[in-house]
């Protein structure tokens, strides 16, 4: 090696160069990031822990930034520490570096502050060469295994330290070129099936490949392998794909990379080798107790890969009792248990560990805080702070508000029976039901036809993502509960089943045949219907009924933190009293959004509405209205009284009336006879309605300045509701809100007309109710004389759908044609009809707030776009000050726990 005599390394502060750690000691610790890397700081804290990490040592950053000052030279004294690093290793583990019977070999990985997935590089295996192979051979007894292991660390270290390229006609890589000649050499399909002969003489093509195009010889010593090794990490810190993502993340190059090299340990040396992963507590339930899979003799990536379905960690009642880790390998298995327990208390989280043990020896190789169910979230947390492990407000802060979701998702109704064809993993839970597809492209096309479908695959891989996200539930003949199909399914929150090992499937006919004990062989063909259970890992034909969902039963006592913490209230958009009744059920505190338009659909009312609109006068249309009036009394009255105590926000009629039309001949045919004119004259009305941009027309406020009789009828028909109930001693709180407006004028015009009905009805009725008049906020115009505006308003209430689509200028209906390209060409990162655009429209809130309660300080102020239940957007909202958001009910818990978390992350 070359070394720089420069003193630059020693100027920093006389740290050490290379950090030891392994056998319950570390020169570092967890909290030396910056030294270290992430990965070396872990591992040096899990040491510390006295975990059986297998032992190694950390090359620190400052040498990185050593390195590229000195001219990519090592600094003085490297050599020395890293022999005395290695000479660690080799008295822990009992193998000697590039000895010829019982070699060690080693892992040499990079390791920023941050962890920078697939930028930097890897090398296993290190210390293998044509001595040393045979050792291992000799020690695994398996020869297969050391050639297969030679082969590949020949092509790592090929491709990452020598720099091989790829060849540049057919991009292929040449190692990749090589092993497939040798497969169609040998009469093979899988690289399985190549024997250690066939490996050895691929090692030995390699090698000459690469003194071919190199020029090189390829380093059989072990020590010129390693600092080879430790180069080229160095050197990948400046390799494009990682100074991209630097400059995408804003990392400074100054940062450098740590170099861990680590004692390899091998899960698949014979029977009494094994890897698994392991959680600390129930993924799928939160359960306190230990959950995992593990496989005998094979590499870590067979677990996860699906290839082969693993074995449960715990023994359960089930026939897998015997074939659990916990039989099998009883003192590995209390020492992971331990293991475990130190590690779960030491982070304070649920813990995700890679674990392999080698020739009956335990090693800990990861652990890292576990990805979990919605269920799993609510009740570890809520656990946790009984376990006196964290407090309430860590408790909520470890929440997604988004996973909450699918503790909100349906289940199967348990006493509907079940026609069950097979039986997988409960992966994921849920219920989906939907068309039987076999492949992601099939699922998006099917689903762009508006079908709903299931996607089932022997095992899913990235590239299937597409298709999972289309589907409604995904099955899986193979792989695990930690396989790629039952992970990503968990994080989406979708209904999956995975390792249902009695399908057979058939790509190319379209179909999966299963053998149903008592039926025989049945056949689910392309676009056949059926149901998964995600819970209880059951396939039925047909389509089950499903039921709404059941919360861990720490759900309500987690959400009652969220409500103590938060300081936004929660209402919800609600239409009808059973949304009502649910949003009650989902907590909401009120309705914020009652909007009237859907209930001029109904069945039973829609030609009414239809005469009101085709009405030439005004007496026409009061005559039309008396016919509406009782059904939007009875309509107020059901939604009042099951939000009896809490305020609901009714908003006067807001779309363009054309969107209740008559647009067939039968149509037109009933509103001509019910106005009592020709079929040519109600076309004639209907065409005199058109407009060619309709979302700017006569629709919201403007309709009631022209046709003041709308709003009329609509205001006699809540406070008549409204003192009805009161009369019967229900405590209805009516908000009576104004659409669209644009221009204080128009507020005071219709706030005259409310209050002169309301005043009308009340003396009639001989009773009083409280109500108060408030707008929406959906024009920027409005945000800009909200102080003139709030002179007649009681409240405000942002509508951010429209408020986006007239500051974007971006049409509600019409932009979903390119909005797409611009997410794709990260214009946009979120859809801004989803989260808010704090930047334009936030801005104009702001300016709405400001002036609106530079007129009236306690003006009431909310929001009521689709933005009220997105975590962000609610954020966002509790620091501008607002007092409510109102949302979807099924959204109402997912935004009181972003309400609560937006309070507590001002703490
Ligand atoms: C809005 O514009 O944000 C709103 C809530 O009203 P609508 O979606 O009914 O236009
Ligand atoms: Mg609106």
Not at 504 to 530: A, L, M, N
């Amino acid at each position: 090696m070359t070394t720089t005599s420069e003193p630059e390394v020693a100027a920093q502060a006389g740290r050490a160069l290379v950090y030891r750690f392994g056998d319950g000691t570390s020169d570092g610790t967890g909290e030396m990031r910056n030294l270290l890397g992430g990965k070396g700081a872990g591992l040096a804290e899990m040491s510390r822990l006295n975990i059986p990490v297998p032992p190694g040592f950390t090359v620190t950053t400052e040498v990185c930034n050593a390195f590229y000052a000195a001219g990519r030279q090592y600094p003085q004294g490297l050599d020395a520490d890293v022999r005395a690093g290695v000479a660690h290793i080799e008295r822990i583990v009992g193998a000697g570096f590039g000895d010829a019977e019982n070699p060690l070999l080693l892992s040499v990985r990079s390791g920023a502050r941050v962890s920078m997935p697939g930028m930097m590089d890897t090398v296993l295996n290190l210390g293998l060469n044509d001595v040393t192979v045979e050792g291992l051979a000799e020690r695994s007894q398996n020869p297969r295994f050391a050639y297969d292991s030679y082969r590949r660390f020949v092509a790592m270290y090929g491709d990452v330290v020598l720099g091989m390229e790829r060849d540049p006609v057919s991009d292929r890589d040449p190692f990749e070129a090589l092993l497939a000649a040798k497969k169609q050499a040998r009469g093979v399909e899988l690289d399985t099936e190549l024997d250690a002969e066939a490996l050895k003489e691929l090692v030995a093509e390699y090698k000459a490949e690469i003194t071919e195009q190199l020029g090189v010889s390829f380093p059989d010593d072990s020590w010129e392998q390693l600092w080879g090794a430790v180069g080229a990490v160095f050197s990948s810190w400046e390799n494009p794909r990682a100074v991209v993502y630097r400059d995408i993340y804003g990392y400074p190059s100054d940062w450098g990379t740590a170099v861990t090299l680590q004692a390899m340990v091998f899960g698949n040396l014979g029977d009494d080798c094994a890897t698994g992963v392991v959680f600390t507590r129930d993924a799928a339930t939160g359960e306190r107790r230990l959950s995992g899979e593990y496989l005998i003799n094979a590499q870590g990536e067979d677990v996860v890969a699906g290839a082969r379905t693993p074995q449960p960690v715990i023994a359960s009642a089930s026939a897998d009792y015997e074939r659990s880790f916990e039989r099998a390998m009883p003192d590995s298995y209390q020492q992971l248990e331990r293991a475990c327990a130190t590690l779960e208390e030491h982070f304070k989280e649920m813990q995700d560990i890679e674990f392999t043990v080698q020739q009956g020896r335990l090693w800990i190789l990861q652990t890292r805080s576990g990805k979990r169910t919605g269920h799993a979230m609510v009740k570890i947390a809520v656990d946790f702070v009984e376990e006196g492990v964290i407090d309430r407000d860590e408790a909520l802060r470890r929440q997604s508000p988004e996973q909450l979701e699918e503790l909100l998702h349906p289940v199967f109704d348990q006493d509907v029976e079940r026609d069950v064809i097979a039986k997988g993993l409960a992966a994921s839970p849920g219920a989906a039901v939907g068309r039987v597809v076999f492949s992601a492209d099939e699922a998006a096309e099917w689903v762009s036809r508006g079908e709903r479908v299931t996607l089932v695959r022997n095992e899913t891989s990235p590239e299937d993502i597409e298709g999972m996200i289309a589907a409604q539930g995904i099955l899986t003949a193979r792989g695990g509960m930690t396989s790629h199909a039952a992970v990503v399914a968990r994080g989406m929150g979708k209904c999956c089943v995975t390792g249902c090992g009695s399908l057979k499937i058939e790509y190319q006919q379209g179909r999966f045949t299963v053998d149903v004990p008592g039926q025989g062989s049945v056949t689910v063909e392309r676009g056949d219907v059926i149901s998964l259970d995600g819970t209880t890992g059951e396939v039925m034909l047909g389509e089950l009924p499903a039921l709404d969902p059941v919360p861990p039963e720490e759900y309500d006592l987690l959400m009652q933190w969220a409500d103590d913490a938060r300081r936004l209230e929660v209402r919800a958009n609600a239409d009808t009293p059973a949304d009502a009744a649910k949003a009650r059920v989902f907590g909401a505190h009120g309705i914020g959004l009652c909007r009237t338009e859907h209930m001029f659909f109904g069945d039973d009312r829609v030609l009414a509405v239809r005469e009101m609109i085709c009405a030439e006068n005004e007496a026409e249309r009061r005559e039309a209205l008396a016919k509406i009036l009782p059904m939007q009394r009875d309509d107020f009255s059901g939604i009042l009284r099951a939000m009896a105590g809490y305020p609901v926000t009714i908003r006067l009629l807001d779309p363009p009336l054309h969107e209740f039309l008559p647009t067939d001949e039968p149509e037109l045919l009933e509103v001509a006879e019910a106005l009592g004119i020709t079929l040519e004259e109600t076309e004639r009305r209907v065409a005199a309605l058109e407009e060619f941009n309709p979302m700017l027309g006569h629709r919201g406020v403007r309709l009631a300045i022209t046709f003041p009789e709308i709003y009329e009828t609509q205001v006699q028909a809540i406070i008549e509701a409204a003192c009805d109930l009161v009369a019967e001693g229900v405590d209805a709180k009516p908000e009576i809100m104004v659409p669209l407006v644009g221009m204080e004028a128009e507020l005071s015009q219709i706030r005259d007309l409310i209050n002169a009905m309301a005043r009308r009805v009340m003396d009639e009725r001989g009773t009083r109710v409280d109500f108060s008049i408030g707008t929406m906020i959906e024009l920027p115009r409005a945000c800009m004389v909200a102080d003139r505006i709030a002179e007649y308003a009681d409240f405000f209430s942002f509508g951010t759908n429209d408020l986006t689509q007239t500051t974007y200028g971006l049409s509600r209906d019409d932009s979903s044609r390119f909005l797409p390209a611009y997410l794709d060409r990260d214009l946009f990162t979120r859809d801004p009809f989803v989260e808010l655009d704090r930047d334009g429209v936030g801005a104009l809130m702001r300016i709405g707030i400001e002036r609106g309660r530079s007129t009236k300080p306690d003006l009431q102020v909310g929001i009521c776009g689709e933005h009220g239940g997105d975590p962000s957007s609610v954020e966002f909202c509790h620091q501008r000050g607002l007092d409510y958001v109102s949302c979807s009910p099924f959204r109402v818990p997912i935004a009181r726990l972003a309400a609560a978390q937006a309070a507590l992350s001002e703490d």
